[in-house]
């Protein structure tokens, strides 16, 4: 009897994730997410705190820069956005046929849309358009309250360090509390670095982009490498907004412009992806940059910008979990060799 009651509790539980699996994503999303911003937040508040700073007000004060900064970034990209559009709109039908005409083979010139073609095909899909920003907008209320739920959930998490961790003791037999910790005491300690690891490289990406269209004279280069090393929290995706911008501001120089700032970007996302992510990667985490490419690839296939954005942390987290599992494999068949997780000097984990 109590084994047919152990498989209806089972299925009850397959049945229910299968039937929730959109809310429960939404859930781990906002979870991972809040962890991962306490993780960026605890040093600083670790270090105020022997200052006699409440960790409360350290957490408050970085959300508070935080919003700031987008504000500011947002204040300072309006008239690149206004005085690009107001350009390309003058420019933009001449500046089309241009470049039509100077592609390779008359042929190639020919065929290319004109802008009279162009503008007529955008009215056609007018309605298509005004359905898609009206439930854009509908779906910010919802984005608004999900952004209020994580705020909140890194505020707990940070300024109570131990709440996370009494309550997955409270969960675990106590005998497995020592091993846990030490799991998550590895786990922490690599996505910590993570965390820092994409600061460091929006920073390359912002300071490095910004020069570049700066010394080639792109109108508003601050502005639009700021925003692009932003925005390359979301690897690869937030690179090409930046690269966007740029292309759009460049337009409005010329054609060769538009080429020269495609070269740098090339130039700058290779030496980000092939030379700095690999030995950050490496070094901050013990993960080889091809498995976090697949990771990130694997992670757009299933959730899009989401699963790009988490996609690295999540591997992360199956690579320690695996590698404790193969410690515990060999441990059994040699009870003389050590397991590997317990040589990893660590921050408290959940408790740090």
Excluded: C
């Excluded at 009494?166 to 037999?173: I, V």
């Excluded at 990771?295 to 959730?303: D, V, Y």
């Amino acid at each position: 009897m109590q084994a047919w009651l152990s498989l209806l509790s089972l299925g009850l539980i397959f049945w229910f994730i299968i039937n929730n699996s959109v809310l429960l994503f939404k859930l781990l999303a906002i979870v991972l997410g809040a962890w991962l911003l306490s993780l960026a937040i605890r040093p600083i508040a670790d270090r105020l705190a022997r200052w006699q700073i409440p960790r409360g007000v350290t957490t408050v004060s970085v959300f508070v820069v935080s919003v700031g900064f987008l504000v500011l970034l947002g204040t300072l990209l309006r008239p690149v956005i206004l005085a690009e559009t107001a350009e390309l709109r003058q420019r933009g039908p001449t500046l089309w046929q241009t470049v039509a005409h100077q592609a390779v083979g008359t042929q190639l010139g020919q065929a290319a849309p004109t802008a009279q073609s162009m503008v007529n095909a955008a009215s056609a899909q007018w309605e298509t358009v005004v359905a898609t920003a009206v439930g854009t907008v509908a779906g910010l209320g919802g984005l608004l309250l999900n952004l209020l739920v994580l705020l909140f959930l890194t505020y707990f998490l940070t300024t109570d360090p131990t709440w996370a961790s009494n309550l997955l003791w409270s969960w675990l037999p106590q005998h497995q509390h020592a091993r846990v910790q030490v799991l998550a005491n590895a786990i922490t300690q690599r996505l910590t670095r993570w965390v820092w690891a994409q600061v460091a490289l929006s920073l390359f990406f912002a300071i490095v982009f910004s020069a570049g269209l700066w010394f080639m004279g792109i109108p508003f280069a601050f502005t639009i490498g700021m925003v692009g090393g932003v925005l390359t929290i979301v690897p690869y995706a937030g690179g090409l907004i930046g690269a966007a911008l740029a292309v759009l501001s460049a337009l409005t120089l010329g054609v060769s412009s538009v080429i020269w700032v495609l070269l740098l970007f090339m130039l700058v996302t290779i030496v980000q992806t092939h030379l700095l992510a690999p030995l950050l990667y490496g070094r901050a985490m013990g993960l080889h940059a091809a498995l976090a490419l697949l990771a990130l690839f694997i992670g757009a296939e299933l959730a899009g910008i989401v699963g790009v954005l988490f996609a690295v942390p999540v591997a992360v987290i199956a690579a320690v979990i695996l590698h404790e599992l193969q410690g515990a494999f060999n441990h059994a068949n040699d009870p003389n060799q050590p397991s590997d997780l317990q040589s990893v000097d660590g921050l408290d984990g959940m408790e740090a």
